[in-house]
C-alpha cells in the first residue's frame, strides 16, 4: 500500500514538474512588468517605406515590453524576399488578402486570405507575393526588435537600393541572407 502511495505521489510532482513550464506562459513571470492594453484601429500605426513597399507598424517593442511586433504589410505583385536566416526572432505571416507563396525549411506553400505560415529562428525562409493584386500580410516576430531594422532601411535614400548596405543593416539585426 505504501508503495502504490509512494508511485502516486512520485507520478503527480513529476507531472506537475513537467508541466510548469507550460503553466508559465500563461502569466507573466514574477517581475515582469505588467504592461497597458493597447487598442490599434484599422488606420493607425507609424508607417514606413521599406525598399518601396508599406508597412504599417501596429504594435512595437515599446507597445509590448520587447515581447513582440506586428506589422501589416502591403506588397505589390511580384515583390519577393529571398531565404534569409534569423538569429533572433520566429516569425508568423498571416495573409489578409491576395496570395503570397512562402518557402520555410525548402517547401513551398501558396497562402491565400486567412492562411498563415510559421518561420522560426534558425530556419531559412523566404516569400514573393503572386497573382495579379496586391497582399496584405500581417507579420509578427517573437521577440520585437525587427521594426528598428525596418526603420532604418526606411531611411535610405529613394531610388534602386544599395544591396550591400541594406544586408549590413540586416545583418547587425542578426538576420543573414542565404
Known sequence: MKRIAFLRTTLAAGAMTALRPLAAHDRPAPGDPVLDP???????????????????FKLTGEDTGGRLTM???Y????????????????????????ELEVTVA?????????????????????????????????LTAFPSGIEKMFEEIGELP????????????????????V
Open 38 to 56: 493597447r487598442i490599434v484601429r484599422e488606420q493607425e500605426g507609424q508607417q514606413v517605406n521599406v525598399l518601396g513597399d508599406r508597412m504599417t
Open 71 to 73: 506589422i501589416e504589410e
Open 106 to 138: 525548402g517547401e513551398t506553400t501558396l497562402l491565400r486570405a486567412g492562411d498563415m505560415a510559421f518561420g522560426p529562428r534558425g530556419v531559412a525562409h523566404s516569400w514573393r507575393t503572386v497573382g495579379e493584386g496586391k497582399t496584405r500580410v500581417i
Open 158 to 177: 529613394a531610388g534602386p537600393p544599395d544591396m550591400p548596405t541594406v544586408f549590413g543593416i540586416c545583418g547587425r539585426y542578426g538576420i543573414h541572407f
Open 75 to 98: 506588397n505589390d505583385p511580384g515583390v519577393a524576399i529571398p531565404p534569409h536566416i534569423h538569429d533572433n526572432e520566429d516569425e508568423i505571416f498571416r495573409v489578409l488578402e491576395g
